[in-house]
């Protein structure tokens, strides 16, 4: 979208080298450095952006821990945002763990103290009454993503309040590096409503509001404000909710899904994510989809979402949703989830099935007869050896996905998955492993990662400018991650494609889901004639324009 602009639209000398949308640092050519004033503001040598990266990699490894590849690489982004880009893109594997999970919880739980620049915006419940005038303070008009936490379940590493802002900026690096969305069309927003972290509280240098978590109608009326604001400020914008609390996200979701183009990440984009390695996995097992039978360890957001995206998967291949539901079974803090508990909220209901209690995993593992064990509780050490070796005797080839993160909260190891299954268990994790090799077998298992999927929903979404985000378009987006697991993936063991595959994946997902968008009426937009190349048309790439 920036083109190649005209140097006499452009600012001028060290004022362009602050912005980092236009910057190009050293690669500034010699008559750019002319007509931009900008001849002796840069060391002589005229770089190319294959050097810059080379630099920037270089340093990058140098550094001693992964916090600092962190720091270091956030500043890259709020120096030159297209250099910034090209290196992710290039070495997503490696950065990808270091702008996103595991390095950016750690980033979150030390935000106040290593705390640099600004970056998004932040909203809080002593604003309500001007929500709007804070979103007009945005600098580009043009806002087509917002990602917006509450900062109440940070990952795994739960309340971290208004240092929580780390996450909506991560998940947005990943929608322009995973889909090419433009970076100027992204806003992280978060809504500082107190926090319960009591170190936080007791830190004279948190950020956030010095205040316990509101929990009554302000809250309310704080996100109905801001949901307007943004659909009055930026009115093409999708907005993904992240890493709210249980108590807000189910119901959250419920009630503005249906009024605007929203999606709920922690729910939605874990669900497709989670059906996607399972369809894959059932190239390994064989057998059919309605004839799986999965129990879950955890019933919040993830494993509800993925019971719904399961559940929905089924109904479409000719199931009843009595029997897709029943085909899906949890086990939480309170044991199996059975029609004998009460105060069972809405989002869990339809998986409350007849059944005598059962309040041992093991146990349940063994009468259940599961052919799939989902855990995502964030409970380490869950899936022990006795349900593993159940699990092992009851199925030929046992799928077992330990979803929890970081990796010390998995419900296994990879080494212990395939160890106490006779390397017959089809693996995959939230957090990644290391190979395991079994006598002369190695084993290669999957690490499920929602950015498979909602980079390119949003893109999808945002490219028909669709105006809601279905469930449909999740079963399509699960159904196309899955296609694109290749048979040399599932020989080494793995169920999801190599993330160096991520921004070609990304745009088949979008092309299921626009299509999705133009055949239902949601489109607010005409059909293009090839979907797919209008959809690559419009991915950013990390190039720097040339000004004439
Ligand atoms: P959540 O807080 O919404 O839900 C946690 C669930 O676990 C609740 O149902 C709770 O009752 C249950 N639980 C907690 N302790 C338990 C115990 N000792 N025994 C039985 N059940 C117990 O959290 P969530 O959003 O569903 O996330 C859960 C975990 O899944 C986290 O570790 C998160 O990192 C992980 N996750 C991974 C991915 C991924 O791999 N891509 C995606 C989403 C979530």
Known sequence: MMGNEQAKDLPRGV??????????????TSAERDRLGLRGLLPPRVCSPSEQELRVIGNLRNKATDLERYLFLVSLQDRNETLFYRVVINHIEEIMPLIYTPTVGQACQHFSHIYRRPRGLYISLEERGRVRQIMENWPHR?????????????????????????????????YTACAGIHPTHCLPITLDVGTNNEAFLNDPLYLGLERRRERGAAYDELVEEFIRAAQEVFPQSLVQLEDFGNCNAFRLLRQYRDQLCLFDDDIQGTGAMALSGLLAALRLAGGKLVEQRVLFFGAGQAGIGIGNTIAAAMIEQGLTPDQAHRNCWFFDTRGLLTTGRDDTPPQKLPFAHEHAAIDDYAEAVRILRPTAIIGCAGQ????????????????????????????????????????????????????????????????????????????????????????RVTDEMFLAAAKVLAAQVNDKDLALGRVYPSLSRIREVSALIAAEVAAIAYRQGLAQRDEPGDILADIREHMFQPLYPHYA
């Open 15 to 28: 004022k362009l080298l602050h912005d980092p949308v236009r910057n190009k640092g050293t690669a500034f």
């Open 380 to 467: 380490a050490n869950t899936f022990t050896q006795q349900v593993l070796q159940t699990m092992a005797r009851q199925n030929e080839r046992p799928i077992v996905f330990a979803l929890s993160n970081p990796t010390i909260k998995a419900e296994c190891t990879a080494q212990q998955a395939y160890e106490w299954s006779e390397g017959r268990a089809i693996f995959a994790s939230g957090s990644p492993f290391e190979p395991v090799q079994l006598g002369n077998n190695v084993y290669v298992s999957g690490q499920g990662n929602n950015a498979y999927i909602f980079p390119g929903v949003g893109l999808g979404a945002v490219v028909s400018r669709s105006t």
């Open 142 to 174: 043009d806002v087509r993503v917002i990602v917006v936490t509450d900062g109440e379940r940070i990952l795994g590493l739960g309340d971290l309040g208004a240092a929580g802002m780390g996450i909506p900026i991560g998940k947005l690096s990943l």
